[in-house]
């Protein structure tokens, strides 16, 4: 029994031994490196009060009454010199969208009577219903239109008719809504007081209205980050 006794004595200790070699050290714990904010694309508000100081002082108005878009940029095109801004608006509900098909403006009224003579002609030689005209105001002014059509399929087989011919049509993407056509304008303070058509925007065209509104003041996304 003394033998056992000593046997197992000895087994244990060299089990002890053994476990404790084998066992790793428990490892320190270290400070853990600090790490950078998020950038959540917020601004504080001193900085965007910073930012709303730097714009320049502007006044802002809603022109309205327009027959057509084209009436509309044709407006815009008028003020482009004292207008610090100015976008086509459409409101109410938007509707589907009409395709017109033209040949861009000619350098004179006088080649665009003739191109349209010409593509008159060969479109009646060759029985291609296409229902073209002068365009006389406007930004297409000396343009030819070969008509506005409700799909964009349509628009395209008009376009590849006359393509065929020799001219170079193209199409427009007419935008629609079941509300008023407007121009949203913005102007410097200091060119409205200044400019000779500052005061009433509108003496050329006395269908329109003009009404004064607020600036935007709340931040937009492009203000941000």
């Known amino acids: 029994m003394r033998y056992i006794a000593i046997f197992l004595l000895l087994a244990n200790i060299g089990y002890f031994v053994w476990v404790q070699s084998s066992s790793e050290p ?11 904010l998020l950038n959540t694309g ?19 108005f809603t022109v309205a009454g327009f027959a057509s878009t084209d009436d509309a940029t044709s407006f815009i095109a008028e003020i482009d010199e004292i207008a610090y801004a100015a976008r086509l608006y459409l409101d109410g509900d938007p509707l589907d ?6 040949i861009p403006p000619a350098s004179s009224r006088g080649i665009a009577t003739i191109t349209l003579d010409n593509l008159s002609e060969r479109l009646a030689a060759l029985e291609i219903d296409v229902e073209s005209y002068l365009i006389t105001r406007g930004t297409l002014e000396n343009g030819i ?44 303070r200091q060119d409205l007081l200044e400019s000779p058509a500052g005061p009433d925007l509108t003496a050329s065209r006395p269908d329109l209205t003009i009404t004064e509104n607020l600036c935007e003041t709340i931040a937009q ?3 941000f980050p």
Do not use: K
């Open 145 to 188: 239109a070969l008509g506005v059509f409700s799909d964009r399929e349509s628009a395209v087989t008009t376009l590849n008719a006359v393509q065929g011919l020799g001219y170079g049509p193209e199409i427009e993407e007419i935008p629609r809504s079941t509300g008023e056509i407007q121009v949203r304008l913005e102007m410097l």
């Open 221 to 223: 996304g492009t203000q």
């Open 97 to 102: 969208s009409q395709y017109r098909v033209f």
């Open 42 to 60: 917020l601004t504080l508000v001193s900085e965007f009060q910073e930012q709303l100081a730097a714009r320049p002082a502007l006044s802002c």
């Open 26 to 36: 428990a490892s320190q714990p270290t400070a853990s490196s600090s790490r950078p």
